[in-house]
């Protein structure tokens, strides 16, 4: 294995892209789906808005630096990494927030049909949000996997106001067709919601292509823009003069100066602007996001798919013998840019191999995950995470259930 | 004045705080209200968060930087300045999503009542989120001046829901009484909701002891965190088992990490808890509020008025003959802390003075506001804004009304 590392490695031709982060010696990080690392621009980038942008130009930093403006323009340039031309991406608040707007606004523009249609493994905070926005809106949610949502909407489809998926499963890291479930979404008159959290970054996406209607993200898992990076909402343009949010706040409002009586909602997708973003971490976003700049993301994408199949690889010559079952698909096709492994002792796992310098992560109850990350991750770093875990595994020198869990997304 | 200004000066014994910021030299900086200048503080605590919380420490940092707990942490270090014992006020998200979250939590709270009242002359975001609220929850708003709210709570208030108020005018300046509005309310079985932006930081609050029901308010202020600062929301203990909130995302469940198919809300503030909170801007905070270590907010308040008072009576001596007329109440404990001058040439004043390093700003049409953070202004600092406002009325070579308006909250 060591020989088919070096030799996949030795052909990479985005390994330089890996400078363009400033990762700890000695550590292979495959958590990046949780947190991404630190973008070696960040820090420059993060002085200059703190002690010369805030400290000398103090209110005048709103235009003069172009503050008031970065949530359009991080908006699109994040728009760029999914697919989306100019003027319908947005970035500031949460994830859950974006969300919130996101199935609010949908629900609002298909007044006239009750259901709400997701996944029941979808992650909770998208659950907990549909319920929430169901309630309001005395909407009925219907739980219904990926794979069963075309005959789910062949059947019932036209009393669905919007399906809410996510493309890849976050505790799996398999891979749903968007072009499929979109079309089944289209074909019955519902809108397709996407929550690109685990998508965004990691693989080329074409929301305008395949017609997408509204999508949300973070900011933290593939783009590294930080923890808690602000999160993105993209609205199709064709839905933008119908638009409304739930929360009209006056960043939102056509005319946010003349703090008028009553809110008129801006043109375009500023309409979707709430409050005041958080300036620092939307700025150490921006400076995170040139990590892309001039990256292929179809080459990024087979450089991933190198990977994660190249750690299948390991893991059923090492791994599988010692308990290990690998549950994302090995077909291409369906692989998100993470590899999860099936083993009773994943958070005992998952601590242990943190000792020795592998970060990965653990879904309970018994699912270890390791993300990848193409832009500065190597085939060496996949057999590296193999071997130590085949060792842990063959010692069983480890606490399996030890009592501290770390956050998750 | 100059004599004036030397003595009591000399006699600040709060003058050293201004070391705390990192203030432009030659700059008299009179927007605080808008956005704090730069506390010392930071640049180091973030660059700990960037060069080694996150970079080295990676996703093991939610826990071992405490990260996770930030924002209840730095919630409670802002309950210290607004008289809240510890565990009732959170931090995150934008003041607009802090106040969607109050309204509606406060609606729900009494859910027979179907008005909704507030200050016709609230900020606007204030007043688009009320109106947004009460068409979610069928309530009609009552626009009623402070001024008027106890004749008309004692009138109408077994309808009224909440009132939501700010305590100061951001226009004027004028100070209302907390005290007595929160009383109304009470009397009348409604609740008391407070937008704190222009209060919190600048004068001693007491939300504990009033009995306040909910309040809000901004970080990017007078607590001078940094552009777009995460707000903070305080809900009173006695709410805590009953609070609804509109957005349950999965940081505000009892068990985040379970990752449970239904919301169960967290005992206490936390099930405020929206989504992943802006960790960077959000320590940022945290870190500039170490400017209020040790200070005495009674004392801070003093020192306003004075300043705040020499800066009225330099606007008698000096401005009021070129046609300046003060709007801000001369009556101290009617005064905020700001002063208000009302100039048909508004905006063409605050270009022309920000170009001769008094940096104060103007709401439309005709009001020139000057923000007063006592940590850090001087009543010199008060003395040179008079005089050169007064040099420009006189000479009058200004452009009148410039075309830019600048960002304003």
């Given at each position: 294995m060591h020989e088919q590392a070096a030799r996949l490695d030795a052909d990479d031709t985005l390994a330089d892209l890996r400078a363009r982060f400033l990762l700890p010696p000695d550590v292979v990080y495959l958590d990046g789906n949780s947190l991404g690392p630190l973008p070696a621009a960040v820090p420059a980038a993060l002085d200059d808005v703190v002690r010369r942008q805030w400290a000398t130009g103090l209110i005048g930093s709103w235009n003069a630096a172009g503050w008031w403006e970065a949530p359009l323009r991080v908006g699109d340039t994040v728009g760029r990494l999914i697919g989306a031309a100019p003027g319908q991406t947005i970035t500031g608040d949460s994830t859950s927030v974006q969300l919130f707007t996101a199935l609010d606004a949908a629900a609002a523009l298909r007044p006239d049909r009750p259901l709400l249609v997701t996944d029941p493994g979808h992650f909770p905070t998208d659950r907990y949000l549909a319920d929430a926005v169901a309630r309001r809106r005395d909407l009925a949610v219907r739980h219904v996997r990926p794979g069963d949502l075309p005959d789910f909407l062949a059947a019932e489809g036209d009393r669905v106001a919007v399906v809410s998926y996510s493309p890849v499963d976050y505790r799996t890291g398999e891979l749903y067709d968007m072009r499929t479930l979109t079309r089944a979404a289209h074909d019955a008159g519902a809108l397709a919601l996407w929550d690109l959290c685990h998508a965004a970054g990691a693989l080329p996406l074409d929301v305008d292509g395949l017609g997408v209607d509204l999508a949300v993200g973070c900011g933290y898992k593939f783009l590294s823009g930080g923890p808690g990076a602000p999160a993105f909402l993209y609205v199709a343009r064709r839905h933008h003069t119908t638009l409304e949010t739930p929360l009209p706040g006056?960043?939102?409002?056509?005319?946010?100066?003349?703090?008028?009586d009553s809110y008129t909602p801006a043109p375009g997708i500023a309409r979707a602007r709430i409050g005041t973003p958080p300036i620092l971490s939307l700025l150490a976003l921006e400076a995170a996001?040139?990590?892309?700049?001039?990256?292929d993301l179809a080459r990024l994408r087979t450089k991933s798919l190198s990977l994660t199949g190249f750690f299948l690889r390991c893991a059923d010559a090492l791994l599988t013998p010692l308990g290990f079952t690998p549950?994302?698909?090995?077909e291409p096709g369906r692989r998100g840019s993470q590899v999860t492994l099936r083993h009773a002792h994943a958070r005992g796992l998952a601590v242990a191999l943190a000792e020795v310098g592998v970060i990965a992560d653990m879904r309970a109850p018994d699912l270890l995950r390791f993300g990848v990350n193409a832009l500065y991750t190597s085939h060496r770093d996949m057999l590296t995470a193999a071997t130590r875990l085949r060792d842990l595994g063959e010692k069983a020198?480890?606490?399996?259930?030890?009592?501290t869990p770390g956050p998750v997304t």
């Amino acid at each position: 294995m060591h020989e088919q590392a070096a030799r996949l490695d030795a052909d990479d031709t985005l390994a330089d892209l890996r400078a363009r982060f400033l990762l700890p010696p000695d550590v292979v990080y495959l958590d990046g789906n949780s947190l991404g690392p630190l973008p070696a621009a960040v820090p420059a980038a993060l002085d200059d808005v703190v002690r010369r942008q805030w400290a000398t130009g103090l209110i005048g930093s709103w235009n003069a630096a172009g503050w008031w403006e970065a949530p359009l323009r991080v908006g699109d340039t994040v728009g760029r990494l999914i697919g989306a031309a100019p003027g319908q991406t947005i970035t500031g608040d949460s994830t859950s927030v974006q969300l919130f707007t996101a199935l609010d606004a949908a629900a609002a523009l298909r007044p006239d049909r009750p259901l709400l249609v997701t996944d029941p493994g979808h992650f909770p905070t998208d659950r907990y949000l549909a319920d929430a926005v169901a309630r309001r809106r005395d909407l009925a949610v219907r739980h219904v996997r990926p794979g069963d949502l075309p005959d789910f909407l062949a059947a019932e489809g036209d009393r669905v106001a919007v399906v809410s998926y996510s493309p890849v499963d976050y505790r799996t890291g398999e891979l749903y067709d968007m072009r499929t479930l979109t079309r089944a979404a289209h074909d019955a008159g519902a809108l397709a919601l996407w929550d690109l959290c685990h998508a965004a970054g990691a693989l080329p996406l074409d929301v305008d292509g395949l017609g997408v209607d509204l999508a949300v993200g973070c900011g933290y898992k593939f783009l590294s823009g930080g923890p808690g990076a602000p999160a993105f909402l993209y609205v199709a343009r064709r839905h933008h003069t119908t638009l409304e949010t739930p929360l009209p706040g006056w960043t939102g409002h056509a005319d946010p100066f003349a703090l008028a009586d009553s809110y008129t909602p801006a043109p375009g997708i500023a309409r979707a602007r709430i409050g005041t973003p958080p300036i620092l971490s939307l700025l150490a976003l921006e400076a995170a996001l040139t990590a892309f700049d001039g990256v292929d993301l179809a080459r990024l994408r087979t450089k991933s798919l190198s990977l994660t199949g190249f750690f299948l690889r390991c893991a059923d010559a090492l791994l599988t013998p010692l308990g290990f079952t690998p549950v994302t698909p090995a077909e291409p096709g369906r692989r998100g840019s993470q590899v999860t492994l099936r083993h009773a002792h994943a958070r005992g796992l998952a601590v242990a191999l943190a000792e020795v310098g592998v970060i990965a992560d653990m879904r309970a109850p018994d699912l270890l995950r390791f993300g990848v990350n193409a832009l500065y991750t190597s085939h060496r770093d996949m057999l590296t995470a193999a071997t130590r875990l085949r060792d842990l595994g063959e010692k069983a020198d480890y606490d399996p259930a030890p009592p501290t869990p770390g956050p998750v997304t």
